[in-house]
């Protein structure tokens, strides 16, 4: 492996910042906007949630900008720094971590909270990356390669499922998924694993937290039970049905400005977006999602290196993910687990990982070499 | 070699490529899931909308009934008896009031709540869901009401209102005819077929026309619909709906000749009844004594319910539908009625009357010590010679007279939806034999033929089988309400017997030696009719010999009756006056009915 890295030419700041890709950035400020008017709607006018997001979001742009005009390399030199920092701190999280609906998923750094699980989505990707990067092809099916990914996947989605956080232990798994699919490991033990875990399914279910139970078991009885453990999602279908193809208008909804939607400014708020938006709204949001999803892909495709490659497919299929579980449970297609629908629903970190992540792809593209 | 050649095992092109077919995998699954989503987007904002509209209305909405105005009650010349007054009330909103101790305390302060009514709020309030108000069973004068709204920033939740609420001008007066109102119990509100009485504050009949008629005063509710949040607050008012009042009702009552008749009973326990003899609307129905049926409507306390219910002459009881008495004499005519249909006496039939009868040893008295002498129908009935009647009963036997008697309608009901009212009795040979198991006596049969014993009647019952009387022998159905068109048939009697009757009641009343003979009115318009008094212990010797009713204790002494027929030529009314303990129908029952029927004569017909 080659492992002197070419150095771009200095460029200064705002020529960089000129040079990024403008489409990429074009749709996440789209998007932002959307979530903004989104949580204004929600609270009717009032209140500053949609202000705090808004200054959320602004922060984690400066970031996304910050990162994209720094050179892929220094995540590439310090993936496993990364890494095992964040394991550190999903670590001593246990013992001073802030404690939100029973799980202690949060740091607190007094003003901003950081939930240093979803983090650990960034980090997963970055460090498989780099570690199938220096991986010859021929040697991805060793069982040496085999055992070094499954440790560093383990660690982090045990760590974040002890949380308990089962939303975002799935996503780490599902990234770190999406990046041994992508390097090659072979069908058949891809195979194998989805025989393995159907197979133990009543062993994970015997497992899982009591509310996690039920919520599985909710999502097999759908409509029974309306004002129990079902009421998040019924409610949510009720917000995305009653909007119809053109929506109630903007300001207009009810089901989630009046507060019958739970958890309404975050991991349901594209209930309130379908229904004063309708489905031409829905659609149009789904088709920026695609569209930012493709653009990444492109990027990859374009990518020379293979980490950058590696990290932009791996991305979009977690930013992906991110969007298949946020959707498919507000619709009622999959059991409610946390899971945010990125830069739309309100929460910090989330952000904060996603825009990160958009960073490095604006970076990959924008310092395109070999490394 | 060839095979190694076109798949390259190491380098950066290997890998990618591996890469890029993976990726297109991916891919693949990404299209799959997003049009997996878009399909379900389509199903339930497209096909399922209207399903997810309503649920999301339903949601949203929350409409908060208001009682519609009560109708009005006239009487037959458009004289209002129940109307609907302003009242200044609060109501305590549930999830607003943060502390309701400290609440009920303040208010008590402004208000001096009775310490029944803070028990009863305490107790309702916790059955209260969220948000639910809660009207305080209290109501406020101006000075109070605009107390409480200078004071509503220390009130949390306290909500005040004004409501339209009953009000009788006349409570003592209509009390037993048109009841009163009262808050919905919770088995009202059960057996209720919709969820009206559910309305917050409505208030429904509980007795007389104001039950009877319920639905149709009632009206229908209004409503504010409010758009409410999670939690059940009302957030914003969507649409007001105006509620529609109920229906007035016309009854047939004559106010005037309702106030005169209180007026004459108030001083007594008793009934009057003036019947239409054509129609059967009822002019007037008296039940005395009287209570304020407008305490009902503004919530009455324990303690004055109390003073009601502990009220030895029973002024709740109607007693011109459920108090039952021995109709006495004024059972004559009807016996007589019998006698001549079946045939066992006529016109010019005769019995010597000594004072006494005697039957297997035991004796039966006439009224009159020293008796009537020889006397026909006529004047038996005109005198109310008991012994004459003792041997007409004993010729008849019982059972012919309780036919008659039931024909005419004694021993039924005659008020449809009104519960109170009391069948009465009839009695038999059958009736006893059923009911006591032991055979009728022949000394039963001679008492029952002067209206006493087993016998018991309403005055209701006396009225009508004098009005069917009256108007020669058809059967009217007695109807409180004006333009109650009804089928009346002719009951099966002789119309000159029933000529016969008449004249005689003329007679008792109009002619030197009747009975009623005191109170008869001079002018052009007459009336006719019987006395009645009937026995509330058993009849002794010395009662009979000395009649000093006036010396007994008052609950022993005997129900004083009247029931009347006028104007004699060309009968119009019938008029029934019972006086409970009064003593002599003659002297105490008749002297109220000839005053109802002065007045009909005077302000009725001459003016009419």
């Known amino acids: ?371 | 070699m060839k095979l190694f050649k076109n798949q390259p095992s190491q380098g950066i092109q290997s890998k990618s490529g591996i890469i890029n077919r993976r990726k297109a995998i991916l891919g693949t699954i990404k299209y799959t899931f997003f049009g997996l989503i878009a399909t379900r987007l389509v199903w339930l904002q497209l096909f399922q909308s209207r399903k997810y509209s309503i649920l999301s209305d339903r949601n949203r909405f929350k409409e908060w009934k208001i009682a519609a105005e009560r109708g009005l009650i006239l009487d037959r010349y458009q004289n209002k008896l129940a109307e609907n007054r302003q009242l200044y009330k609060i109501a305590l909103i549930k999830g607003d009031v943060t502390d309701l101790d400290f609440t009920l305390k303040s208010l008590n302060n402004i208000l001096h709540l009775d310490s029944e009514i803070i028990e009863k709020t305490k107790n309702d309030f916790t059955k209260l869901r969220q948000f639910q108000p809660y009207v305080i069973n209290r109501n406020l004068t101006w000075g109070e009401f605009s107390k409480i709204n200078s004071n509503l920033f220390i009130l949390n939740g306290v909500q005040p209102f004004i409501s339209m609420e009953r009000h009788y001008d006349y409570p003592y007066e209509l009390a037993h005819v048109l009841g009163y109102v009262g808050a919905p119990t919770e088995d009202d509100v059960a057996n209720a077929v919709d969820d009206l009485y559910r309305t917050p504050g409505i208030k429904i009949g509980k007795l007389g026309i104001e039950k009877d008629e319920n639905r149709e005063l009632i009206g229908v509710p209004g409503f504010t619909r409010f758009e409410v949040n999670a939690a059940g607050r009302a957030v914003r008012t969507v649409e007001f709906v105006e509620g529609k009042p109920g229906n007035p009702l016309k009854l047939a009552l004559d106010l005037d000749l309702q106030k005169l008749a209180y007026s004459k009973l108030a001083s007594h326990a008793g009934a009057a009844l003036v019947l239409d003899i054509k129609t059967g609307e009822i002019l007037t129905a008296v039940s005395t004594p009287s209570f304020d049926t407008n305490l009902f409507a503004f919530g009455i306390s324990q303690n004055q319910l109390n003073n009601i219910l502990r009220n030895e002459r029973k002024p709740m009881v109607n007693k011109f539908l459920s108090a039952q008495y021995p109709p006495g004499s004024v059972i004559k005519p009807v016996v007589a009625l019998c006698a001549l249909d079946n045939k066992i006496i006529d016109e010019d039939f005769t019995h010597v009357c000594s004072g006494k009868t005697e039957l297997y040893g035991q004796e039966f008295y006439c009224w009159k010590k020293g008796g009537h002498g020889k006397v026909n129908l006529r004047e038996a009935i005109k005198r109310s010679c008991d012994v004459f009647f003792y041997e007409v009963a004993r010729l008849l036997g019982v059972d012919r007279i309780a036919e008659t008697a039931r024909k005419l309608g004694y021993g039924s009901l005659h008020l449809k939806d009104f519960d109170e009212e009391k069948k009465g009795l009839v009695p038999d040979t059958k009736w006893k034999k059923n009911t006591t198991g032991k055979p009728w006596l022949l000394g039963e049969t001679l008492i029952t033929g002067i209206g006493q014993g087993y016998f018991l009647a309403t005055p209701m019952q006396i009225c009508i089988v004098m009005a069917q009387f009256a108007n020669g022998g058809y059967q009217i159905n007695p109807t409180f309400y004006l333009d109650d068109k009804q089928k009346i048939s002719k009951l099966d009697f002789d119309s000159d017997h029933i000529k016969i009757i008449l004249d005689a009641l003329n007679a008792a009343t109009n002619e030197q030696g009747g009975t009623s003979f005191a109170s008869r009115l001079s002018g052009n318009f007459k009336f006719g009719g019987k006395t009645g008094t009937s026995q509330v212990t058993t009849i002794s010797v010395s009662d009979r010999e000395e009649s000093t009713m006036n010396n007994k204790a008052y609950q022993f002494r005997d129900h004083a009756l009247f029931s009347g027929f006028g104007p004699v030529n060309d009968p119009k009314y019938a008029i029934t006056v019972v006086i409970e303990h009064g003593g002599a129908g003659s002297v105490a029952a008749a002297p109220v009915a000839s005053s109802l029927f002065d007045f009909l004569f005077k302000k009725r017909l001459t003016n009419a």
């Not at chain 1, 890709?21 to 932002?32: A, C, E, K, M, T």
């Not at chain 1, 208008?249 to 004063?276: C, I, R, W």
């Open chain 1, 1 to 371: 492996m080659p492992e002197k890295l070419k150095t771009s030419k200095a460029r200064s700041v705002f020529e960089r910042v000129q040079s990024l890709d403008r489409s990429l950035i074009q749709l996440v400020l789209i998007l932002g906007a959307l979530s903004v008017f989104c949580l204004y709607s929600i609270d009717k006018g009032q209140g500053s949630t949609y202000l705090k997001h808004l200054l959320r979001f602004s922060f984690a742009f400066f970031i996304l900008l910050a990162i994209a005009i720094t050179n892929i390399e220094f995540w590439y030199r310090y993936s496993y720094h990364f890494y095992f920092l964040n394991l550190f701190i999903l670590f001593i999280i246990k013992f001073i971590g802030v404690s939100a609906k029973g799980a202690q998923r949060w740091l607190d750094f007094g003003v901003f909270h950081i939930q240093p699980s979803e983090l650990a989505k960034l980090s997963i990707i970055l460090v498989l990356a780099k570690f199938f990067n220096s991986v010859k092809v021929e040697n991805v099916n060793k069982i040496y390669s085999l055992l070094v990914s499954t440790i560093l996947i383990l660690i982090p989605f045990l760590l974040v499922l002890k949380q308990p956080d089962l939303g975002t232990a799935i996503l780490i798994l599902g990234a770190a998924v999406g990046v041994l699919w992508i390097v090659g490991i072979n069908r058949k033990i891809f195979i194998s694993c989805v025989v393995i875990v159907i197979l133990s399914l009543p062993l994970i279910f015997a497992g899982l937290k009591t509310y996690q139970k039920q919520r599985v078991l909710n999502f097999f009885n759908a409509e029974k039970d309306p004002l129990g453990k079902n009421y998040q999602v019924i409610q949510a279908k009720i917000g995305v049905g009653s909007g119809g193809i053109f929506g109630k208008g903007y300001m207009k909804g009810s089901q989630s400005a009046l507060n019958f939607v739970p958890e309404n400014h975050t991991d349901f708020v594209f209930s309130h977006f379908a229904e004063e938006f309708g489905l031409l709204g829905a659609i149009l949001l789904l088709w920026l999602f695609f569209k930012i999803i493709k653009k990444i892909t492109v990027v990859g495709d374009q990518c020379h290196n293979n980490f950058s490659k590696i990290f932009c497919y791996a991305f979009a299929f977690n930013f992906f993910l991110y969007i298949a579980i946020n959707l498919g449970m507000v619709t009622g297609l999959l059991p409610v687990v946390g899971v945010p629908l990125p830069i739309l629903s309100y929460g910090g970190t989330a952000l904060l990982t996603n825009m990160m992540g958009f960073g490095i792809v604006l970076s990959a593209k924008l310092y395109n070499e070999h490394f």
